[in-house]
């Protein structure tokens, strides 16, 4: 006998050519701010998400892949960081990953939106961890962008955790943004960020790689392979002064063990050199020209808007 038995998928269009999609439970959150929406789902595969404007943005099962490689390939190549600044980052698995450091003293976390936060600290304990309860950690709701620019505190790491190069967003990815950055951090700072996807979005990538070249001695572009973003996704660090392929996989290790850093699930100092070595192909997209970014270039169209992004969410099927 054949019945019908209804599914929630939740789907993205990473491109306009490709996309993936999560089975899903009906969502925890369904929430619209005056920025976005937000949802939070249970799902089998990859336990609860978060999901901004149809953008699926990280899970409890892979989160550690983002996360860590976002914060300790920055933090590590320092001699000390004691003062970080998250921009962006309101599920708060970055600010996490700082608070490991034994030397960090202060975090700061720039978070537009204060729904992202709220749902985070109700729903999302296995991402943070309880970091939102560390006295180290300062939540300032407000324009990252802003906060940067005003240079009213000095920071050793800049981790810009935003969401894709496009809408809002966009302003964070351009040359007087990092420059911004740059004064900020100092000579000795770092900073870490995600930089799109050169499968998915190979100019923008390449761009945004361009735009921090165009700002800082030092850019290490490097790459991380986020099962919940579907692909190898790229990242980037940015120094005057700071070369994380300076360490050696020992000289990595041993600052892991002096800082007191446990409970890693993916970052040691074999796969912090092993996420600087590039496949021929990034090679030669980087090699290729491309204009930096600034408020009055536009950024290659390629990501798609998030209103296009979840363009299935149930679908129909028989069983027998």
Known sequence: MTGVRRDRFLAEAVNRDYGFFIRA????????????????FDTPMFGRVLRLDNVFQTSERDEFFYHENMCHVGAIPHPAPRRALVIGGG???????LLKHNTMQRVVLAELDEGVVEAAKQHLQAIHRGAFGDPRLEVRIGDGKAFI??????????????????GPSLALYTQE????????VGPGGVVSLHCESPI???????????????????VRPYLVYVPLYGMLWGMAFASDTV????????????????????????????????????????????????????????????????????????????RD
């Open 177 to 184: 943004f990092y420059a911004a950055c740059r004064q900020v």
């Open 200 to 218: 998915a979005h190979p100019q923008t990538f390449n761009q945004i790689v361009k735009t921090l070249q165009s700002v800082f001695s030092i």
């Open 243 to 318: 070369d994380p392929l300076a360490l050696s996989e020992a000289e990595v290790d041993k600052r892991i063990a002096e800082r007191g850093l446990t409970h890693l699930q993916y970052y040691n100092g074999a796969m912090h050199r092993a996420g600087f070595c590039l496949p021929n192909f990034v090679k030669e997209l980087l090699a290729q020209p491309a204009t930096p970014l600034t408020t009055t270039t536009p950024v290659a169209d390629e990501v798609v808007a998030t209103e296009d992004r979840g363009y299935l969410e149930v679908v129909e099927r028989s």
């Open 25 to 40: 439970a009906a969502p925890i959150v369904d929430a619209s701010t005056r920025f976005q929406k937000i949802e939070v």
């Open 149 to 166: 620019e005003s240079g009213a505190e000095q920071f050793d790491q800049i981790v810009i955790d935003l969401t894709d190069a496009s």
């Open 91 to 97: 599920d708060g698995g970055a600010v996490e990953e």
